[in-house]
């Protein structure tokens, strides 16, 4: 993955001048040492500079992360700190910031020994607020160096998420389809969370695929797409054109993202692209997404959003499925009730065209897309990636702006059942604890659209605090069973 940051986190650690400096300082070498016997030590660095106590400690503390490469920030109350400048460092620096705090060691050192960080960080919040400035705050943010380092460990995909998304362009090929107004939002939020967006004309990118035609790469990347799809090449003699138009995006990213370093592409894949192109383009869109590059499907602008925070939470490949249909009365009886813990309305299927990454399908095959060919001819219908997602633990989710400009978020977590779908496209059953009630409440309610993003394993409470983060007031999720949703009918 390498469109996504790296995070190196500097801890700075502070300290009220009224209480001995050591406890901070001591507090400090014992978490860095704590983490380093957890995790990866290379993503953190350790301030030495100085033990904040001033603004010109702030000053020469700021100065050194920045010099150190840092981009994310851990404020470290070893003891009870000093509000003024502990929230300064904050707002100064140019990157995500969390603050946490010291716990009590031992009851044979509550004298001399006592930081009364616990009540610190009841000031440090208060500044921030008044300052204006975002920080993330762990749900209890008081522990041991060991419960501390897992903090920390826990901050940084939230972390390389909104550094992600700081350093962010979204290209767009053409306007959404017909008949998807659903999959428009205005892109007012986008530059409200420091995005860049490129909107462009599927015209646009027609001429730059015909400008790749013979391009001397073509041979390598079929032999690549060759080796992925294995026995699954039903279609070689789209591959070819398949390669010109992977190739063609590809230039295209490198060409157009100017300063900004990462990239999400909203594409456009019917209705004129098939008879044009002479192809669909979902088998590309799921080799880019594996790569860490997200290219969502019918031009859905928050969809592509919403995939690449996942891909900086997950450092993994994600996918965008339509909330697509129920599983029928049978197949529920037979291949689910009684074998696992899910009522019929806990089911549903999610699937798209066949744009889901190979590593995450049990088994693929290069087909053609069947909705579409029952209006068109099947030869320029060819490039769909079609097989059962695996099973295995899920999160759904997205960040959507409102028709008014509104940010809104959801996270689901649940499965993929080990159910054979006997359907089409890249697809999958999925089961969510009290779904019913969470698409009607929250989906239906909140108007989202039918595009939900997929991350590969239970990110929730990481994808939640991303959100928070960004600003966003209302997150919904799968109320469980016996909390009621305001809208929901009590009797």
């Not at 978490?31 to 957890?38: D, E, I, T």
């Not at 080796?227 to 070689?236: D, I, R, S, V």
């Not at 031009?299 to 996918?319: K, M, N, P």
Request: include cysteine; charge should be negative.
């Amino acid at each position: 993955m390498n469109n996504i940051p790296k995070v190196k986190l500097g801890i700075v650690a502070v300290s009220r001048d009224c209480f001995p400096e050591s406890l901070s300082v001591n507090r400090r070498k014992a978490l860095v040492a704590a983490y380093a016997g957890k995790y990866d030590a290379e993503n953190i660095y350790e301030c030495p500079i100085c033990i904040v106590e001033s603004e010109i400690h702030m000053v020469q503390a700021l100065e050194d992360i920045k010099k150190a490469g840092c981009n994310a920030l851990a404020v470290y109350l070893g003891n009870f700190g000093p509000e003024i400048s502990e929230t300064l460092l904050a707002k100064h620096f140019d990157g995500p910031v969390m603050f946490l705090a010291a716990a009590e060691e031992s009851g044979d050192s509550l004298t001399g020994g006592r930081g009364d960080a616990y009540c610190g960080m009841l000031n440090a919040s208060y500044n921030l607020k008044l300052r204006g400035v975002k920080a993330y705050i762990p749900e209890y943010p008081v522990g041991t160096a060991g419960e501390c380092a897992d903090m920390i460990e826990e901050f940084l995909p939230i972390a390389r998420a909104v550094i992600g998304l700081s350093e962010l362009k979204i290209i767009s090929f053409g306007p959404r389809p017909l008949n998807f107004l659903a999959c428009n939002a205005p892109i007012k939020q986008l530059y409200n969370l420091g995005v860049e967006i490129e909107e462009n004309s599927e015209l646009d990118l027609f001429e730059a695929f015909n400008q790749h035609a013979g391009d001397k790469r073509i041979p390598d990347v079929v032999k690549d797409m060759e080796e992925e799809l294995g026995e699954g090449n039903l279609k070689p003699e789209i591959l070819p054109k398949l390669a010109q138009y992977e190739l063609t995006l590809l230039d295209w990213v490198e060409a157009h993202k100017g300063y900004r370093k990462y990239v999400a592409i909203a594409g456009k894949c019917w209705p004129a692209f098939q008879t044009q192109f002479g192809f669909v383009p979902c088998y590309v869109n799921s080799r880019l997404t594996g790569r860490g590059i997200p290219v969502s499907c019918e031009v859905d602008i928050y969809g592509a959003l919403s995939e690449y925070i996942g891909t900086c939470v997950t450092q993994d490949a994600v996918t965008l499925l339509d909330v697509n249909n129920s599983v029928p009365d049978d197949m529920y009886a037979g291949d689910i009730e009684g074998k696992f813990p899910y009522t019929h309305r806990d089911v549903f299927m999610g699937f798209h065209c066949g744009n889901t990454c190979s590593k995450k399908l049990s088994a693929c095959s290069m087909k053609y897309q069947m909705i579409m060919a029952r209006a068109l001819p099947e030869e320029v219908t060819q490039g769909t990636l079609e097989g059962d997602i695996l099973p295995g633990d899920i999160t759904f989710y997205r960040l959507q702006s409102t028709a008014d400009s509104q940010l809104r978020a959801y996270v689901a977590e649940g499965e993929v059942l080990p159910v054979a779908t006997r359907s089409f496209g890249s697809i999958g059953i999925f089961a969510i604890p009290e779904m019913g009630r969470f698409y009607r409440h929250v989906l239906i309610e909140k108007n989202y659209p039918h595009h939900g993003a997929v991350a590969f394993g239970h990110y929730g409470k990481a994808l939640f605090e991303v959100f928070k983060y960004l600003g966003v007031e209302d997150i919904g999720y799968n109320q469980p069973k016996g909390v009621r949703y305001p809208t929901e009918n009590p009797f």
